[in-house]
T-cell receptor, first 114, second 112 residues
Framework: EAGVVQSPRYKIIEKKQPVAFWCNPISGHNTLYWYRQNLGQGPELLIRYENEEAVDDSQLPKDRFSAERLKGVDSTLKIQPAELGDSAVYLC????????????FGQGTRLTVV | AQSVTQLDSQVPVFEEAPVELRCNYSSSVSVYLFWYVQYPNQGLQLLLKYLSGSTLVESINGFEAEFNKSQTSFHLRKPSVHISDTAEYFCAVWMDTDKLIFGTGTRLQVFP
């Protein structure tokens, strides 16, 4: 079984530029999460999807961040425009739809904004 | 509200020594607790979890954690660590709103 796949692994951009991250969850996992992990910190949830519906986006900075999960499978997280403080690792995770269960994480995308 | 506290940001230890990584949680409802490990330049991997039943849970690589309701703790232990255990360890609690809340992490550094 393939794990959660994220791309790119690394991204360096100048501030004010746009950037997008892509995530392909494990097959059959209806729930998808985007987390942000700042250096030396634990992951913080940005948004959670149940199929194609964003059911919790309370922590997503909506002025510059957007996400979509068309067809309830792959997901894209976008930042426009990026700021220096957005430098972090962006993690995608997925889990089965029912009950309390394990979340499986991708390797993450390390974003550096210069 | 639920939160997770990992008091030790770094734990240095010599190989073959025992180790304990501390985790405390705050919750007013039933708790479901997890330990994840993150090796350098890799994603998070589940190490072990407590959902119900026995309060002592074990992983396949020798780690164990005990759910202590009275002390609101879920400390991670290993009787003898290896160099390969060097990693960042995150304690997490599953919130009622179906999301994982993570602690700030503990970096375990094992020295030869």
């Amino acid at each position: 079984e393939a794990g959660v796949v994220q791309s790119p692994r690394y991204k360096i951009i100048e501030k004010k530029q746009p950037v997008a991250f892509w995530c392909n969850p494990i097959s059959g996992h209806n729930t998808l999460y985007w987390y942000r992990q700042n250096l030396g910190q634990g992951p913080e949830l940005l948004i959670r999807y149940e199929n194609e519906e964003a059911v919790d986006d309370s922590q997503l900075p909506k002025d510059r961040f957007s996400a979509e999960r068309l067809k309830g499978v792959d997901s894209t997280l976008k930042i426009q425009p990026a700021e220096l403080g957005d430098s972090a690792v962006y993690l995608c995770a997925s889990s089965r739809p029912t009950g309390i269960t394990e979340a499986f994480f991708g390797q993450g995308t390390r974003l550096t904004v210069v | 509200a639920q939160s997770v506290t990992q008091l030790d940001s770094q734990v240095p230890v010599f190989e073959e020594a025992p180790v304990e990584l501390r985790c405390n949680y705050s919750s007013s409802v039933s708790v479901y607790l997890f330990w994840y490990v993150q090796y350098p330049n890799q994603g998070l991997q589940l190490l072990l979890k407590y959902l119900s039943g026995s309060t002592l849970v074990e992983s396949i690589n020798g780690f164990e954690a005990e759910f202590n309701k009275s002390q609101t703790s879920f400390h991670l232990r290993k009787p003898s660590v290896h160099i390969s255990d060097t990693a960042e360890y995150f304690c997490a609690v599953w919130m009622d709103t179906d999301k994982l809340i993570f602690g700030t992490g503990t970096r375990l550094q094992v020295f030869p």
